[in-house]
């Protein structure tokens, strides 16, 4: 259920026994597995943190159509850095990413309640704009083996971009719903 790029790009092939689902449905399956707990768990912290915002903007339905497009963004974006790669992809990472390029780009000046561990562990608000200005950079920067950067930077842009979109469309549904009376 995981997306493994090489056999998605058709370099490599499953044997008979392991193909669950064809390789264009793991690009959907793969969101909604992960590697562990603490892999769900932070992707769930992230998602309470900056996903209602977003859902609030768009409403439940285009919610779930934009963070699916999102997932879709990051897993091209991982499966293009490395079309050979073997290794499965899984978690909502990318997803989550693009929901928080949406956040940047609709709350960018909202404030983010952050935890800042120094001798004392210390809770200061930050504007959107550095907090994720900062996960984005981090994404570039960070090497830790295991883990999918080119799909968090992918669901990002994704995010980003897809917003754009939804907000006319948005916005276009909320003028024929006003009607001439206001």
């Given at each position: ?25 793991t690009i959907f399956s793969s969101m909604f597995m992960h590697g562990g707990w603490i892999h769900l768990i932070g992707n769930m912290w992230y ?136």
């Amino acid at each position: 259920y995981g997306l493994i790029p090489s056999v998605l790009m058709g370099h490599d092939q499953l044997p008979m026994d392991l193909y669950a689902v064809p390789a264009y449905l793991t690009i959907f399956s793969s969101m909604f597995m992960h590697g562990g707990w603490i892999h769900l768990i932070g992707n769930m912290w992230y998602m309470k943190i900056f996903a209602d915002n977003i859902e609030d903007n768009l409403g439940s339905r285009n919610f779930i159509i934009f963070y699916i497009l999102c997932g879709i963004g990051a897993a091209m974006a991982q499966v293009l850095m490395d079309t050979h790669s073997q290794v499965p992809m899984v978690g909502a990472s990318g997803a989550i990413g693009g929901v928080l390029g949406a956040y940047l780009i609709n709350h960018p000046n909202a404030r983010v309640l952050v935890l800042i561990p120094y001798i004392i562990i210390t809770i200061i608000k930050i504007r959107a704009l550095y907090v994720l200005g900062f996960w984005f950079i981090l994404q570039f920067i960070s090497s830790g083996g295991g883990v999918a950067y080119a799909a968090h930077i992918g669901g990002f842009v994704s995010g980003m971009i897809l917003i754009l979109f939804f907000n006319k469309k948005n916005k276009r549904r909320t003028k024929t719903i006003k009607g001439p009376w206001g």
